[in-house]
């Protein structure tokens, strides 16, 4: 199956977890942009969901967070695909979970 088919999925947990991280740390927009090394309308657009981030702004958006934090990320990115994979499955039994069935949300929420 083609990842691309999960953007969607993806750019859902991005927003969510970008705004968070930010008003959770007390951070300004601006200064996160500074950190992902983006111009603020560019942050902004990313933020909107209106652009997906390249590989470089979610590596160091990653390196941002704790260690923890990010495994959880990306936890809960996996987790998003294989809800999405098992619903689309003909049978829902085909689908193999990859990760524990408990998995933390990153930022504690």
């Keep these: 199956m083609p990842l691309r088919r999960y953007e969607k999925h993806f750019l859902a947990l991005w927003v969510g977890q970008v705004r968070e991280f930010w008003l959770d740390n007390r951070l300004t927009q601006e200064k996160l942009a500074e950190a992902l090394h983006l111009t603020a309308r560019s942050y902004q657009k990313l933020e909107r969901g209106v652009h997906q981030p390249s590989a470089t702004t979610l590596a160091l958006f990653l390196g941002q967070l704790t260690d923890q934090e990010a495994l959880a990320f990306i936890r809960s990115f996996a987790q ?3 809800t999405a994979r098992s619903q689309e499955a003909p049978d829902a039994t ?3 979970p990859c990760l524990p069935e ?3 949300h990153p930022r504690g929420t």
């Design 94 to 96: 085909e689908a193999t």
């Design 102 to 104: 408990e998995v933390p």
């Design 80 to 82: 998003l695909v294989e």
